[in-house]
């Protein structure tokens, strides 16, 4: 996954998550419950918003770090190409 793809959708995620925190904070305080029991109920929402949002992020890692292995698989098989090379060229 490239750098700009990652950002873009951690920017996406971002936007999503905010969104949804105001939607539901704006609903349970218009929600006729008492003001500790709200606060209480907002306090839960945006606790599990931040942990799935936390579990996005890790997924996303984990993605780039694959990729980054990929890659440097590649950078060592092009390597060893170029040093066979060079020694057919010396011999």
């Not at 292995?69 to 098989?77: G, L, M, S, T, Y």
Request: hydrophobic fraction near 40%; charged fraction near 40%.
């Amino acid at each position: 996954m490239s750098d700009s793809r990652s950002k873009t959708i951690l920017t996406l995620m971002a936007g999503a998550l905010v969104g949804g925190a105001i939607g539901v904070a704006a609903g349970m305080l218009l929600a006729p419950d008492k003001g500790s029991e709200t606060r209480r109920r907002v306090k839960d929402k945006l606790d599990d918003l931040a942990e799935e949002f936390s579990e996005k992020v890790d997924e996303i890692v984990d993605q780039f770090g694959e990729v980054v292995e990929d890659a440097q698989e590649v950078v060592e098989e092009k390597a060893s190409e170029v040093k066979k090379k060079i020694k057919k060229e010396k011999a």
